[in-house]
């Protein structure tokens, strides 16, 4: 038994321990939010936090996740960044087949939550790992943008905040 | 565990959807009414001719198909075609609640099981759904309207004139009482549905969400239609073919013979049961060629996950035997280039001949001719083809997501030897399509599978590595220009001998030539009408799965064609934008053959004739708006191509600029897009935009090639598409003619075919340097 946690969950695994954290999400525990795009890490489709820390689960045996935290889309309703960029997500119309939408929100959210005020070219950098064939990068960018601009009008304490906190800030901004 | 991921365990065709949304309403009480849809037929059949007249099973435009009310007020709203991100699930939704005065917010969309019977085409490529489907679906909306109307005035006992339909309910306009849907419900869908001639389409300006900006709801924010899939795709809530599981399922991964037509030798799979989680490893038969839509065969293995399936194949051992494949298991694409630009040297076969080309020859002032070349690509959905069927005695039941549902149903039924009434095929969104989820290929191998195993039920995933090496191929091309400029710098003479494998070679025996509507996609229906014009095709025959890609032959006709008119005007000292339009000629509509009538995507040329005026109408605002004719910095230039495909109309200046190093960066696209109406025009806005970035692909980075009848390409590393940091900085799409008095022309693929030749312009702009192969790869690279 591989006792990881999971979108705040503690889950005891009985999967071998090379199975990809891809695998054990999707076919184990049934979080399909998380896609399979490539198998190899080179598309993104599969992007996870694994400690916080943004990881192409295709390629990282759940072994590596003993122990420690897994975070997957499901669970960014829940983040205060998270929220803030499904919300720019939406405000854009980022999404065309949306398939790989949730490896690109879940890499923006680990670059907002390393930089507050990503230039295009940090953009460039940090998400050049996450393909999308729809071609929704330029609304990716506006959107990672808005998020950004939403994220630093907040209080400082936004990890704090509640969810409705946020919506209500976010009304205000928008309306 | 996600209950809602499970799919509903029964195989009954009627209502199961409908039931399973009900199941998600808070108020379980609400009651879903829904007249009788088989009373009243579609005479969609009566004149098959042209557009969606012409299409298996036409069109539908009975309300009580597409809409069902409940007490509630909840409206039900079913949408028939696939959802790939071209956004249809809500524009085709919006055109029906907006003509029936449905509130966004109360409406719930349906996806409709594969039931051209029932639905009418569903078949979604050729860029088709909302320019066959925005009429029928308008005259569906009207028709609840008016019924709720009727039922409304039958409540009150007055005249049905003074009811009207404001939002969401009927108002008696002498007494401002007021009906809402939910309370109509029961009367309306037992009504008979109004007479089509009697129908009273909205007028444009009662529209609450057709033709609108999303900025344009800015003050009514809750009004805006959103996305109908938009919250599930950002919270990972959205169901691909690969999210829904059902008990007892075993999941597979197929190896599959390396070249086209090779089949298995022998097969060791001894390592391969010994995977934990492996249960059987089974021989798929080898179909005969050309194969059409049957799998490929090889050898699946099935197992408990998707994990040790794809461990399980990594241990088969197989032989294969490639005296099955003939010559393609030789194929290679560098020295079939080789062959294609010999045979471009002599003459092909004639489809089209204007005036006399030798003569022209013969009078020219200036002559100049070149060879293109455009390569092999994959469409790679980001979403790898999956699907599951599920046998259970006359019956199967099959989720997947896929472009033609009903090909899947019809043979998913002959393989098992079903009714095709009997087989439900439920479709997922698409997680990209571009012409490959257009092939049930991969839902008849879980068929195959499910039936190998006596009916459980089998997921067949595809991988990366499956979809790159064993797609149906875009087409290799080449295309070989010759053309004579007169005195006067004009064009007098135009010889253009196309040689790419057709599709055809993929359903029949190979006729070595492109087809006519494959000659159409931008040769034959040209827009230039010179004195003098010879359109040939030469031999070229298919060495692996031809098929479908976004924008299909236009790709390489536009490149060749737009890049050639370039060089031209270079020719004939003109500027480049200039030389188009007096190319062109002065405003008119073009029917180039009536004798012989020019495939028109299907179209009536009358009613979507060949229009230079809106040739000329892109040509204008893209140029205009990217400041063409303006200074620019060393090593950056800017690049004009325009295209007409799928009856609409799209001209790109590229702002490109080439490093020393030979990297191309592209600063800016202007788009300019006439689709005629944009009924969803953000929508629309978004698939120009995507076009501007898989057209970056094409010309930059997107090759597939063969090597000893192997594709060389196996996952995103060896097979390049664009990526944020060498897609274009911006993409500005412009609107041309967004008009209603045009027909709706297609939207999803006609923004392709002219970026590829824009930026190849521009980059002659910025270094005199002429790119003749696509992708350019690393040409520029000092």
């Given at each position: 038994?591989?006792?990881?946690?999971v979108?705040?969950?503690?889950?005891?695994?009985?999967?071998?321990?090379?199975t990809?954290?891809?695998?054990?999400?999707?076919?184990?525990?049934?979080?399909?939010?998380?896609?399979?795009?490539?198998?190899?890490?080179?598309?993104?489709?599969?992007?996870?936090?694994?400690?916080?820390?943004?990881?192409?689960?295709?390629?990282?045996?759940?072994?590596?996740?003993?122990?420690?935290?897994?975070?997957?889309?499901?669970?960014?309703?829940?983040?205060?960044?998270?929220?803030v960029?499904?919300?720019?997500?939406?405000d854009?119309?980022?999404?065309?087949?949306?398939?790989?939408?949730s490896?690109?929100?879940?890499?923006?959210?680990?670059?907002?939550?390393?930089?507050?005020?990503?230039?295009?070219?940090?953009?460039?950098?940090?998400?050049?790992?996450?393909?999308?064939?729809?071609?929704?990068?330029?609304?990716i960018?506006k959107a990672?943008?808005?998020?950004?601009?939403?994220?630093?009008n907040?209080?400082?304490?936004?990890?704090?905040q509640?969810?409705?906190?946020?919506?209500?800030?976010?009304?205000?901004?928008?309306? | 565990?996600k209950?809602?991921?499970?799919?509903?365990?029964?195989?009954?065709?009627?209502?199961?959807?409908?039931?399973?949304?009900?199941?998600g309403?808070?108020?379980?009480?609400?009651?879903?009414?829904?007249?009788?849809?088989d009373?009243?037929?579609?005479?969609?059949?009566?004149?098959?001719?042209?557009?969606?007249?012409?299409?298996?099973?036409?069109?539908?435009d009975?309300?009580?198909?597409f809409?069902?009310?409940?007490?509630?007020?909840?409206?039900?709203?079913?949408?028939h075609?696939?959802?790939?991100?071209?956004?249809?699930?809500t524009?085709?939704?919006?055109?029906?609640a907006?003509?029936?005065?449905?509130?966004?917010?109360?409406?719930?969309?349906?996806?409709?099981?594969?039931?051209?019977?029932?639905?009418?085409?569903?078949?979604?490529?050729?860029?088709?759904?909302?320019?066959?489907?925005?009429?029928?679906?308008?005259?569906?909306?009207a028709?609840?309207?008016?019924?709720?109307?009727?039922?409304?005035?039958?409540q009150?006992?007055?005249?049905?004139?003074?009811?009207?339909?404001?939002?969401?309910?009927?108002?008696?306009?002498?007494?401002?009482?007021?009906?809402s849907?939910?309370?109509?419900?029961?009367?309306?869908?037992?009504l008979?549905?109004?007479?089509?001639?009697?129908?009273?389409?909205?007028?444009?300006?009662?529209?609450?969400?057709?033709?609108?900006?999303p900025?344009?709801f800015?003050?009514?924010?809750k009004?805006?239609?959103?996305?109908?899939?938009?919250?599930?795709?950002?919270?990972?809530?959205?169901?691909?073919?690969?999210?829904?599981?059902?008990?007892?399922?075993?999941y597979?991964?197929?190896?599959?013979?390396?070249?086209?037509?090779?089949?298995?030798?022998?097969?060791?799979?001894?390592?391969a049961?010994?995977?934990?989680?492996?249960?059987?490893?089974?021989a798929m038969?080898?179909?005969?060629?050309?194969s059409?839509f049957?799998?490929l065969?090889?050898?699946?293995?099935?197992?408990?996950?998707?994990?040790?399936?794809?461990?399980?194949?990594?241990?088969?051992?197989?032989?294969?035997?490639?005296?099955?494949?003939?010559d393609?298991?030789?194929?290679?694409?560098?020295?079939?280039r080789?062959?294609?630009?010999?045979?471009?040297?002599?003459?092909?076969?004639?489809?089209?001949?204007?005036?006399?080309?030798?003569?022209?020859?013969?009078?020219?002032?200036?002559?100049?001719?070149?060879?293109?070349?455009?390569?092999?690509?994959?469409?790679?959905?980001?979403?790898?083809?999956?699907?599951?069927?599920?046998?259970?005695?006359?019956?199967a039941?099959?989720?997947?997501?896929?472009?033609?549902?009903?090909?899947?149903r019809?043979?998913?039924a002959?393989?098992?030897?079903?009714?095709?009434?009997?087989?439900?095929?439920?479709?997922?969104?698409?997680?990209?399509?571009?012409g490959r989820?257009?092939?049930?290929?991969?839902?008849?191998?879980?068929?195959?599978?499910?039936?190998?195993?006596?009916?459980?039920?089998?997921?067949?995933?595809?991988?990366?590595?499956?979809?790159?090496?064993?797609?149906?191929?875009?087409?290799?091309?080449?295309?070989?220009?010759?053309?004579?400029?007169?005195?006067?710098?004009?064009?007098?003479?135009?010889?253009?001998?196309?040689?790419?494998?057709?599709?055809?070679?993929?359903?029949?025996?190979?006729?070595?030539?492109?087809?006519?509507?494959?000659?159409?996609?931008?040769?034959?229906?040209?827009?230039?009408?010179?004195?003098?014009?010879?359109?040939?095709?030469?031999e070229?025959?298919?060495?692996?799965?031809?098929?479908?890609?976004?924008?299909?032959?236009?790709?390489?006709?536009?490149?060749?064609?737009q890049?050639?008119m370039?060089?031209?005007?270079?020719?004939?000292?003109?500027?480049?934008?200039q030389?188009?339009?007096?190319?062109?000629?002065?405003?008119?509509?073009?029917?180039?053959?009536?004798?012989?009538?020019?495939?028109?995507?299907?179209?009536?040329?009358?009613?979507?004739?060949?229009?230079?005026?809106?040739?000329?109408?892109?040509?204008?605002?893209?140029?205009?708006?990217?400041g063409?004719?303006?200074?620019?910095?060393?090593?950056?230039?800017?690049?004009?191509?325009?295209?007409?495909?799928?009856?609409?109309?799209?001209?790109?200046v590229?702002?490109?600029?080439?490093?020393?190093?030979?990297?191309?960066?592209?600063?800016?696209?202007?788009?300019?897009?006439?689709?005629?109406?944009?009924?969803?025009?953000?929508?629309?806005?978004?698939?120009?935009?995507?076009?501007?970035?898989?057209?970056?692909?094409?010309a930059?980075?997107?090759?597939?090639?063969?090597?000893?009848?192997?594709?060389?390409?196996?996952?995103?590393?060896?097979?390049?598409?664009?990526?944020?940091?060498?897609?274009?900085?911006?993409?500005?799409?412009?609107?041309?003619n967004?008009?209603l008095?045009?027909?709706?022309?297609?939207?999803?693929?006609?923004?392709?075919p002219p970026?590829?030749?824009?930026?190849?312009?521009?980059?002659?702009?910025?270094?005199g340097?002429?790119?003749r192969?696509?992708p350019?790869?690393?040409?520029?690279?000092?």
């Amino acid at each position: 038994m591989l006792t990881v946690t999971v979108n705040g969950q503690t889950q005891s695994l009985d999967v071998p321990s090379d199975t990809p954290i891809l695998w054990v999400l999707r076919d184990t525990l049934r979080l399909t939010g998380t896609r399979f795009g490539c198998g190899m890490a080179l598309c993104g489709a599969c992007t996870v936090h694994l400690d916080g820390q943004p990881i192409r689960s295709c390629m990282t045996p759940i072994s590596q996740a003993v122990g420690k935290s897994i975070n997957t889309i499901e669970s960014m309703e829940n983040d205060p960044v998270g929220q803030v960029v499904q919300q720019a997500w939406m405000d854009e119309a980022v999404a065309q087949c949306g398939y790989c939408q949730s490896g690109q929100i879940m890499s923006t959210v680990a670059l907002l939550k390393n930089n507050q005020q990503p230039s295009d070219d940090d953009i460039d950098g940090f998400m050049s790992g996450n393909i999308c064939r729809c071609g929704t990068y330029p609304r990716i960018r506006k959107a990672i943008h808005r998020a950004a601009k939403q994220a630093a009008n907040a209080p400082k304490s936004t990890a704090n905040q509640t969810t409705s906190d946020l919506q209500a800030l976010f009304y205000e901004v928008t309306a | 565990m996600k209950d809602d991921t499970q799919a509903p365990d029964t195989l009954l065709l009627a209502n199961v959807s409908r039931r399973h949304f009900l199941k998600g309403l808070a108020a379980s009480s609400a009651v879903v009414l829904a007249a009788r849809w088989d009373l009243v037929q579609a005479e969609s059949d009566k004149n098959k001719a042209y557009g969606a007249d012409a299409m298996p099973h036409g069109w539908v435009d009975n309300p009580n198909v597409f809409i069902a009310l409940s007490d509630t007020g909840e409206v039900t709203i079913t949408h028939h075609r696939g959802e790939m991100g071209q956004g249809i699930r809500t524009s085709l939704v919006m055109v029906i609640a907006d003509e029936m005065g449905a509130d966004w917010k109360k409406v719930r969309v349906e996806q409709a099981i594969g039931h051209e019977e029932k639905y009418g085409n569903q078949n979604t490529d050729g860029s088709r759904s909302m320019r066959h489907w925005f009429d029928p679906l308008r005259r569906a909306g009207a028709a609840m309207r008016m019924m709720l109307e009727q039922a409304a005035a039958q409540q009150w006992q007055v005249p049905v004139a003074e009811c009207q339909t404001d939002v969401h309910r009927v108002v008696h306009q002498p007494t401002q009482r007021s009906l809402s849907f939910g309370e109509l419900a029961s009367t309306a869908t037992q009504l008979p549905v109004p007479d089509r001639q009697t129908l009273t389409t909205k007028k444009p300006e009662q529209w609450r969400y057709m033709m609108r900006q999303p900025k344009e709801f800015k003050s009514t924010q809750k009004e805006q239609p959103l996305a109908v899939d938009g919250w599930d795709i950002v919270q990972g809530k959205a169901l691909f073919a690969a999210d829904v599981f059902y008990d007892d399922m075993l999941y597979a991964v197929i190896a599959r013979p390396p070249s086209y037509g090779s089949s298995v030798g022998s097969i060791d799979d001894k390592a391969a049961l010994q995977i934990p989680g492996v249960v059987k490893v089974i021989a798929m038969p080898t179909p005969r060629q050309p194969s059409g839509f049957e799998p490929l065969g090889g050898v699946a293995v099935l197992a408990e996950n998707t994990w040790a399936a794809i461990k399980g194949r990594k241990a088969l051992k197989i032989e294969w035997d490639n005296s099955s494949a003939g010559d393609n298991a030789s194929y290679d694409s560098k020295a079939y280039r080789t062959t294609l630009e010999q045979r471009a040297d002599t003459r092909g076969k004639v489809v089209h001949k204007v005036g006399d080309f030798a003569e022209a020859q013969k009078n020219a002032a200036q002559e100049h001719k070149a060879n293109y070349y455009a390569a092999h690509m994959a469409q790679a959905p980001m979403e790898p083809m999956a699907a599951v069927v599920k046998i259970d005695g006359d019956r199967a039941e099959v989720w997947t997501s896929i472009q033609n549902p009903q090909a899947a149903r019809d043979g998913v039924a002959k393989r098992l030897g079903l009714k095709p009434l009997n087989v439900t095929v439920r479709c997922g969104l698409m997680g990209g399509g571009f012409g490959r989820k257009a092939k049930p290929d991969y839902v008849y191998e879980a068929a195959d599978l499910s039936k190998a195993m006596n009916g459980r039920p089998v997921r067949v995933q595809w991988t990366r590595e499956d979809d790159l090496q064993h797609s149906y191929f875009h087409a290799v091309a080449l295309e070989h220009m010759e053309a004579t400029l007169d005195k006067q710098g004009d064009v007098s003479g135009w010889l253009h001998r196309s040689l790419a494998p057709t599709i055809t070679a993929t359903f029949a025996p190979d006729p070595e030539h492109q087809s006519a509507p494959e000659m159409a996609q931008g040769i034959r229906n040209m827009p230039f009408q010179f004195p003098s014009i010879q359109l040939e095709t030469g031999e070229a025959e298919a060495h692996v799965r031809i098929g479908w890609f976004r924008s299909v032959y236009n790709i390489p006709h536009a490149f060749a064609i737009q890049s050639f008119m370039a060089e031209l005007a270079d020719k004939a000292g003109k500027d480049h934008k200039q030389f188009l339009l007096e190319q062109l000629g002065a405003a008119r509509q073009l029917n180039p053959d009536p004798k012989n009538p020019v495939w028109n995507y299907g179209e009536d040329l009358k009613r979507y004739p060949i229009d230079i005026e809106r040739c000329r109408d892109v040509i204008e605002k893209a140029t205009e708006e990217a400041g063409w004719g303006k200074d620019m910095p060393a090593n950056r230039g800017l690049g004009l191509a325009f295209h007409n495909s799928f009856v609409s109309y799209c001209a790109v200046v590229a702002d490109v600029e080439v490093t020393p190093s030979g990297s191309v960066i592209i600063h800016r696209l202007d788009m300019a897009f006439d689709c005629g109406p944009q009924i969803n025009p953000d929508r629309v806005q978004a698939q120009i935009e995507g076009a501007g970035v898989m057209g970056t692909g094409i010309a930059l980075m997107t090759e597939i090639t063969a090597s000893e009848g192997k594709i060389e390409q196996d996952n995103f590393h060896r097979y390049l598409v664009p990526r944020i940091n060498e897609s274009p900085k911006t993409i500005h799409v412009h609107q041309v003619n967004n008009r209603l008095d045009l027909p709706p022309g297609g939207v999803g693929e006609p923004g392709i075919p002219p970026v590829a030749p824009a930026i190849c312009n521009a980059i002659f702009a910025a270094t005199g340097k002429r790119i003749r192969t696509l992708p350019i790869g690393n040409q520029l690279a000092s």
